[in-house]
């Protein structure tokens, strides 16, 4: 199947009452293990790159890349870039047939924000790319509880937002945060309901690693369209290949490697997404 959308995925979420997993892959083998995983849920995915894989892999072999493990499944998926620093990034992947992308511009000043994610708009929206953006901040985990509450997503901030620009879904921060949390996170569940009503877009979370499994739970039940998750598999990744390095050193097949890092890949993909689809209709 030919990649889609984020607004078609999102829409299929919202009809079937799922949040959609956006599972960061960085080379073949993420790929594959995430679209696997989709595939054996029969859920719809967003496969999206961290800003720095882009740079680090050329968005044009994740787009080769993404696009082939996409015809092993009939379900829906997109392809995203997450995080995007800059126009001339987002450009750069709207450029390589990217179906989503983001901008992420939330540690300038408001209308710094507007007036950029407005242009990524402009540029996406006559190719039917969507866009995602970002008001708030959402921290790196390592840092205190204060810090991350600090950069809560403001509801008023965010409705004109979305009116003033025109994105397709919108980021918010309420506790999450990106990598592995050195304090148990605090997601403020009335904030986020806050938001779900007040905001007219689609909401996205990120920072879905570590964050407790009855937590992603009860953000599913109230509504998130979409839900960030990187670091899970990136650790599943390393955690496996050092494990047949350490048991078979040198001599260990490289087929072997990245089979091993694949297959981690594939089992926390699949529970994140029992627990996305869990109130399917
Ligand atoms: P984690 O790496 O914490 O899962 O966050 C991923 C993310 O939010 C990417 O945008």
Known sequence: MALVNYNEVLNYAREHKITVGAF???????????????????SPLILQTYHAHVDYAGADYIRAIADVA?????????????HGRSYEQAKSCVDNLYTGVMIDLAS?????????TR???????????????ELGMISDADRSLE????????????????????????????GTAHGIYKYTPKINFDLLGILLEEVACPIVVHGGSNTPDEEVERMVKMGISKLNVG??????????????????????????????ARKAVEAVAIHKLEILTKFRV
């Open 108 to 116: 300038e000043n408001y209308d710094f924000n507007v007036e950029e």
């Open 70 to 82: 996409t015809r092993h499944t009939d379900m829906k998926i997109a392809m995203g870039l997450d």
């Open 231 to 260: 670091t899970d598999f990136f650790n599943a990744y390393k955690r496996a290949i050092c494990e047949v390095f350490e048991t078979k050193g040198e001599d260990a097949d490289i087929v072997e490697i990245m089979a091993a």
């Open 119 to 133: 242009k990524v708009v402009a540029l996406a929206r006559g190719k039917g790319i969507s866009v995602e953006a």
């Open 24 to 42: 960061n892959a960085l080379n073949m083998e993420t790929a594959q293990a995430l679209i696997s995983a989709a595939d054996k849920m029969r």
């Open 147 to 174: 810090e991350i509450a600090a950069g809560y997503t403001d509801p008023v901030m965010a409705k004109s937002f979305v009116e003033d620009t025109g994105i397709d879904c919108l980021a918010v921060s309420i």
